[in-house]
Protein backbone atom coordinates (compact mmCIF):
# COMPACT_ATOMS: atom_id res chain seq x y z
CA UNK A 1 0.00 0.00 0.00
CA UNK A 2 0.81 3.55 -0.68
CA UNK A 3 1.49 5.91 2.18
CA UNK A 4 -1.63 7.31 2.70
CA UNK A 5 -2.30 11.40 2.69
CA UNK A 6 -4.93 13.00 3.41
CA UNK A 7 -5.36 15.21 0.25
CA UNK A 8 -6.20 11.38 -0.36
CA UNK A 9 -10.06 12.04 1.26
CA UNK A 10 -12.05 13.30 -1.15
CA UNK A 11 -15.35 15.64 -0.48
CA UNK A 12 -17.86 13.78 -2.56
CA UNK A 13 -21.29 15.42 -3.34
CA UNK A 14 -23.74 13.09 -3.13
CA UNK A 15 -27.19 12.82 -5.35
CA UNK A 16 -30.21 14.86 -4.30
CA UNK A 17 -33.68 14.17 -5.10
CA UNK A 18 -35.56 17.57 -4.67
CA UNK A 19 -39.22 17.15 -3.56
CA UNK A 20 -41.26 20.15 -2.45
CA UNK A 21 -42.51 17.68 0.90
CA UNK A 22 -38.43 16.87 1.86
CA UNK A 23 -35.52 15.78 -0.24
CA UNK A 24 -33.86 12.31 -0.43
CA UNK A 25 -30.34 11.59 -1.00
CA UNK A 26 -29.61 7.41 -2.40
CA UNK A 27 -26.53 6.13 -1.78
CA UNK A 28 -25.37 3.02 -3.71
CA UNK A 29 -21.99 0.97 -3.46
CA UNK A 30 -20.18 0.70 -6.99
CA UNK A 31 -22.29 3.85 -7.94
CA UNK A 32 -22.00 7.08 -6.25
CA UNK A 33 -19.39 5.54 -3.81
CA UNK A 34 -16.10 4.07 -4.80
CA UNK A 35 -16.77 0.58 -2.87
CA UNK A 36 -19.59 -1.70 -2.28
CA UNK A 37 -21.66 -0.66 0.91
CA UNK A 38 -21.07 -3.96 3.44
CA UNK A 39 -21.99 -2.15 7.23
CA UNK A 40 -23.67 0.77 7.53
CA UNK A 41 -23.47 2.90 11.42
CA UNK A 42 -24.35 6.49 12.42
CA UNK A 43 -23.19 8.41 16.11
CA UNK A 44 -25.56 10.33 17.50
CA UNK A 45 -26.42 11.73 21.12
CA UNK A 46 -22.87 13.13 21.37
CA UNK A 47 -22.27 15.02 24.06
CA UNK A 48 -20.91 18.85 24.08
CA UNK A 49 -16.87 18.63 24.22
CA UNK A 50 -16.85 14.73 23.62
CA UNK A 51 -14.87 13.63 20.32
CA UNK A 52 -15.20 10.16 18.52
CA UNK A 53 -13.30 8.28 16.51
CA UNK A 54 -9.49 8.74 17.34
CA UNK A 55 -8.18 5.84 15.19
CA UNK A 56 -7.48 4.52 11.53
CA UNK A 57 -7.98 1.71 9.91
CA UNK A 58 -5.56 -0.40 7.87
CA UNK A 59 -8.07 -1.81 4.75
CA UNK A 60 -11.38 -0.17 5.53
CA UNK A 61 -12.82 2.67 3.35
CA UNK A 62 -15.28 4.62 5.01
CA UNK A 63 -17.90 7.78 3.74
CA UNK A 64 -18.77 9.95 6.46
CA UNK A 65 -21.89 12.41 6.26
CA UNK A 66 -23.11 14.90 8.30
CA UNK A 67 -26.38 13.67 8.09
CA UNK A 68 -28.14 16.38 10.33
CA UNK A 69 -25.90 19.29 12.20
CA UNK A 70 -22.94 19.28 12.00
CA UNK A 71 -19.34 18.50 13.54
CA UNK A 72 -15.54 18.51 12.62
CA UNK A 73 -13.47 15.63 10.93
CA UNK A 74 -10.32 15.87 11.76
CA UNK A 75 -7.47 13.64 9.30
CA UNK A 76 -3.73 13.52 10.00
CA UNK A 77 -1.49 11.05 7.22
CA UNK A 78 1.26 11.39 9.66
CA UNK A 79 2.59 14.40 8.57
CA UNK A 80 -0.25 16.77 7.61
CA UNK A 81 -3.65 17.38 9.02
CA UNK A 82 -6.90 18.81 7.50
CA UNK A 83 -9.95 19.51 9.17
CA UNK A 84 -13.55 19.50 7.57
CA UNK A 85 -16.31 21.10 8.56
CA UNK A 86 -18.82 18.67 8.07
CA UNK A 87 -22.82 20.29 7.64
CA UNK A 88 -24.61 19.13 4.75
CA UNK A 89 -26.28 15.75 4.55
CA UNK A 90 -25.53 15.99 0.67
CA UNK A 91 -21.91 15.61 0.90
CA UNK A 92 -19.69 13.05 2.69
CA UNK A 93 -15.75 12.37 3.06
CA UNK A 94 -14.25 9.26 1.67
CA UNK A 95 -11.58 8.29 3.59
CA UNK A 96 -9.05 5.85 2.66
CA UNK A 97 -7.08 3.60 4.69
CA UNK A 98 -4.17 4.64 6.65
CA UNK A 99 -5.89 7.95 7.70
CA UNK A 100 -6.30 8.60 11.22
CA UNK A 101 -9.70 10.29 12.06
CA UNK A 102 -10.92 12.25 14.59
CA UNK A 103 -14.65 13.50 15.25
CA UNK A 104 -15.20 16.74 17.37
CA UNK A 105 -17.40 19.57 17.96
CA UNK A 106 -20.89 17.77 17.55
CA UNK A 107 -23.40 20.24 17.24
CA UNK A 108 -26.54 19.56 19.49
CA UNK A 109 -28.91 16.78 17.85
CA UNK A 110 -26.49 15.78 14.83
CA UNK A 111 -25.72 12.65 13.04
CA UNK A 112 -23.17 11.42 11.80
CA UNK A 113 -23.25 8.44 9.32
CA UNK A 114 -20.89 6.27 8.05
CA UNK A 115 -20.90 3.95 5.35
CA UNK A 116 -18.25 0.71 5.51
CA UNK A 117 -16.86 -1.01 2.43
CA UNK A 118 -16.15 -4.17 5.28
CA UNK A 119 -18.10 -5.52 7.79
CA UNK A 120 -16.60 -5.03 11.89
CA UNK A 121 -13.14 -6.47 12.26
CA UNK A 122 -11.24 -5.40 15.05
CA UNK A 123 -7.47 -6.23 13.75
CA UNK A 124 -8.07 -3.54 11.06
CA UNK A 125 -8.29 -1.29 13.59
CA UNK A 126 -5.21 0.93 14.55
CA UNK A 127 -6.76 2.62 18.01
CA UNK A 128 -3.35 3.50 19.49
CA UNK A 129 -1.78 6.88 18.64
CA UNK A 130 1.70 5.75 19.13
CA UNK A 131 0.52 2.56 17.15
CA UNK A 132 -0.49 4.46 13.92
CA UNK A 133 2.65 6.56 13.95
CA UNK A 134 4.91 3.45 13.63
CA UNK A 135 2.51 2.09 11.38
CA UNK A 136 2.37 5.01 8.85
CA UNK A 137 5.96 5.03 9.29
CA UNK A 138 6.61 1.43 7.79
CA UNK A 139 4.40 2.57 4.30
Sequence with gaps: MKRPSVHDCQLLGL???YD????????????E????????YYLYD?????????HAHKNLQQLIVAATGSFDLVLFDGKEKKTIQMNRPYQGVFIKPGIWRTLEN???G????VLASDF????DYIR??????????RL
Design 15 to 17: PRI
Design 20 to 31: RGGNITPLHGGG
Design 33 to 40: LPFDIKRV
Design 46 to 54: VQGGESRGG
Design 106 to 108: FSS
Design 110 to 113: SICL
Design 120 to 123: YDET
Design 128 to 137: DYDDYLKYID
